[in-house]
């Protein structure tokens, strides 16, 4: 085998890991309630998204939110086939709080799509939510939640679609 092609499929398999495993910064903005507007509220919301590797025909992605520093432990409020509601009880300094929000960033780009993540805070309470509806692949199909949980009292989730 030629050496010069050794060294590039080494050089490919080496940097490829690192690419795939860069997660995306999702900034959800935070948007106060026009009946509670001196209340006081985190400026706004970061979570993480990373592809998982690719698979013939589809895609993953995968996705948490460590959120300790305003709320927290997160639990499952509920869930169905289209979206995933995690809850938590706010930290005193946020308790007043009445807003929500949704992604306005995405990997530090403006974010114009349907929001998939939406936050609403309401009654001491903090809510995240994860929701396909109004989202669709490149074969018009809705993308699936293929997992959702709590690790260390924080939301993750997987979604996926088809390519």
């Keep these: 085998m030629n050496n010069k092609f050794l060294y590039l499929l080494t050089a490919i398999i080496t940097v490829f890991p690192t690419i795939a495993a860069q997660a995306a910064q999702v900034e959800l903005g935070v948007f106060k309630s026009v009946d509670a507007p001196e209340k006081n509220c985190p400026q ?4 993480t998204e990373q592809n998982a590797p690719y698979y013939e025909g589809g895609y993953t992605v995968n996705g948490q939110a460590k959120l300790g520093s305003f709320a927290g432990p997160f ?10 509601t995690w809850v938590a009880n706010l930290k005193p300094a946020y308790r007043q709080c ?10 530090n780009e403006n974010y114009n ?3 998939h993540l939406r936050i609403r805070f309401n009654r001491g309470k903090v809510f995240l939510i ?3 509806t109004g989202k669709r ?10 997992k959702k949980g709590v690790n260390n009292g924080n939301p993750t989730w997987s979604w996926s679609g088809t390519d």
């Design 44 to 47: 706004k919301v970061v979570v």
């Design 75 to 84: 639990a499952i409020a509920s869930s169905d086939l289209f979206s995933v």
């Design 98 to 107: 009445v807003a929500g929000g949704g992604i306005v960033k995405y990997d």
């Design 113 to 115: 799509s349907p929001s």
């Design 130 to 132: 994860l929701d396909m």
């Design 137 to 146: 692949d490149a074969n018009n199909f809705t993308p699936s939640i293929t």
